[in-house]
């Protein structure tokens, strides 16, 4: 297997349209269907190259707590660094990584 786990965040469908309508969430898909068929495919991707793959569910009142006490705004990066956190506490400390740098790394890699 190439590479540590692929941390992937996933929301379910009334949750994705509040992170949506925050400010750190411009670049979703206008609708949860389309982020789900992209999800899904760069899932079933990831598998067929041998990447270990956990889902990590988010939700926004979660969210909301974390940012509060960091006193952080809600931006692209701290989606990014919740979702690390949430798997860094979950007792996921490997080596890991997050769906949006896998996909960036495939990408520069083509």
């Given at each position: ?11 379910k ?7 949506r309508r925050?400010?750190g ?13 992209r999800?899904?495919?760069?899932v ?7 990447r270990?793959?956990?889902i990590?569910?988010?939700t926004?009142?979660?969210y909301f ?7 952080a705004?809600d931006?692209?990066?701290e989606r990014l660094?919740?979702l690390?956190?949430m798997?860094a ?10 769906l949006?740098?896998?996909a ?6 083509h």
């Amino acid at each position: 297997m190439a590479g540590g786990i692929i941390f992937v965040p996933w929301y379910k469908a009334d949750d994705y349209y509040r992170f949506r309508r925050m400010q750190g969430g411009t670049t979703m898909p206008s609708s949860y269907d389309d982020w789900l068929g992209r999800a899904v495919r760069e899932v079933a991707r990831l598998l067929a190259t041998g990447r270990a793959v956990q889902i990590v569910c988010l939700t926004p009142d979660t969210y909301f707590e974390w940012l509060t006490r960091r006193c952080a705004a809600d931006t692209g990066e701290e989606r990014l660094a919740y979702l690390c956190d949430m798997t860094a506490r979950s007792g996921c400390e490997d080596s890991h990584d997050t769906l949006a740098s896998s996909a960036r790394q495939a990408h520069t890699h083509h």
